[in-house]
Each structure stands twice: as structure tokens, then as C-alpha cells.
């Protein structure tokens, strides 16, 4: 059972470039969502979903897009990298959309953008 | 709209001393309450939750958090720390039956067991 499957793991950009950093989860969780640590802020979610085809956005959306596509599949796009943007992100899943359930996290993915 | 507020950035203590991590929160609805624990480069790790019923709620690794209305906290605590307790903690809630779906975390409090 892999739980929630990040990649990449490491990610340098240049400013202005586009990437896709991937979520999988093997757990048929209805809820996925994205989050990004900085130092000082904790974490701040980014873009949530609570099923298939249904996304919104969390406290710090801009310059991050979403789909849902499938239960298993939760990417997050930046489709036009800036340096505020260098972080380390990580997608948690649940089993529940009502909050009766804990988040499982993914190891994270960490960005750097020059 | 709902959150999280932890305190301290950092609590040092000597191990085999109790050891408490605060949290305060705000939620128009019912409160849903998490902590979770990180260790270095790794994603974070659920410890315990309250949803309802008792307010001494019992997690992973002998630690547990009291939950307490009046105060809005829900504070962590050990009886007895372990120098490998050492990790960044983190508060959470969700705002059970506002329609809301976020899971809120706070910003975190390091914990040093010092040997």
C-alpha cells in the first residue's frame, strides 16, 4: 500500500517556466489538497478537492492551478514559475470529506525557483 | 473563517520531564481538532484528533491533548518526554458543519527533548 505517491521529489526552475508536480493516492479517498511549507508560516493550503471533477481554492491560490480528473490523481500546476513560489509542497488525502478523518501526507516535493 | 494559533516556535524540555504544546483555535461551527508531528524531511504524521465525546483524547506514541471549549485550546501533552519526541509539531482544525471543507494548520512548534 503506497499511500500518497508525490513526484518529483526535487524540482529547480527558472523563473517564467511551467511544471506539473503529481499526486497519487492508492487509498480511494474522496478529498485531496495541496499545501506548501515556508519557514515562520506553517502550512497553507493551497487548492482542495472533494471529489472527482470538484476542486476550490484554499487560503493561497494564486499562480496554482488544479484537476480532478480521477479519484486517484491530484496535480498541481504552476504555470508561470516566480521565486515567491519556491517552497516545499505536499499533497495530503482523506478518507472523508466531512473532517471526520485525519489528512495522510505525501514525503513532499521541494521547488526552488531561480 | 476558522484558525490556528500556536504560540510558541519553540518548547525546550529535559527528557523524562512532562511536556505540553499549545494550541489555540477559532471556528464558527463545531471544532475538529488534529495534531500531527514532522520529522525531517519527511511529510507529517497524524498523532491524535478530537471530533466529539471526552475531551482527553488519547494519540500515537503515549502523547495525548485535552480539548477544552471554554478556552478554545487543544493542547498537546506527554507525561514523560523522549529525546526522539524532538520534532515540529502542528495544530489543525476543520470547521465541522459550516459547509467548509479546509483543513487549517497552525504554524508550528518545534520540540526539543534535551538528553
Known amino acids: 500500500n503506497a499511500g500518497v505517491t508525490q513526484t518529483p521529489k526535487f524540482q529547480v526552475l527558472k523563473t517564467g517556466q511551467s511544471m506539473t508536480l503529481q499526486c497519487a493516492q492508492d487509498?480511494?479517498?474522496?478529498?485531496m489538497s495541496w499545501y506548501r511549507q515556508d519557514p515562520g508560516m506553517g502550512l497553507r493550503l493551497i487548492h482542495y478537492?472533494?471529489?472527482?471533477?470538484?476542486?476550490d481554492q484554499g487560503e493561497v491560490p494564486n499562480g496554482y492551478n488544479v484537476s480532478r480528473s480521477t479519484t486517484e490523481d491530484f496535480p498541481l500546476r504552476l504555470l508561470s514559475a516566480a521565486p515567491s513560489q519556491t517552497s516545499v509542497y505536499f499533497c495530503?488525502?482523506?478518507?472523508?470529506?466531512?473532517?471526520?478523518?485525519?489528512?495522510?501526507f505525501g514525503e513532499g516535493s521541494r521547488l526552488t525557483v531561480l | 473563517a476558522q484558525s490556528v494559533a500556536q504560540p510558541e516556535d519553540q518548547v525546550n524540555v529535559a527528557e523524562g520531564n512532562p511536556l505540553t504544546v499549545k494550541c489555540t483555535y477559532s471556528?464558527?461551527?463545531?471544532?475538529?481538532l488534529f495534531w500531527y508531528v514532522q520529522y525531517p524531511n519527511r511529510g507529517l504524521q497524524f498523532l491524535l484528533k478530537?471530533?466529539?465525546?471526552?475531551?482527553l483524547v488519547k494519540g500515537s506514541y503515549g502523547f495525548e491533548a485535552e480539548f477544552n471549549k471554554s478556552q478554545t485550546s487543544f493542547h498537546l501533552k506527554k507525561p514523560s518526554a523522549l529525546v526522539s519526541d524532538s520534532a515540529l509539531y502542528f495544530c489543525?482544525?476543520?470547521?465541522?458543519?459550516?459547509?467548509?471543507?479546509?483543513?487549517?494548520f497552525g504554524t508550528g512548534t518545534r520540540l526539543k527533548v534535551l538528553a
Open positions: 487509498m480511494n479517498h474522496e478529498y
Open positions: 489543525a482544525v476543520r470547521d465541522g458543519g459550516s459547509g467548509t471543507y479546509k483543513y487549517i
Open positions: 478537492s472533494v471529489g472527482a471533477g470538484i476542486t
Open positions: 471556528v464558527s461551527g463545531n471544532p475538529y
Open positions: 478530537y471530533i466529539t465525546g471526552d475531551n
Open positions: 495530503a488525502s482523506s478518507y472523508s470529506i466531512l473532517g471526520l478523518r485525519e489528512l495522510f
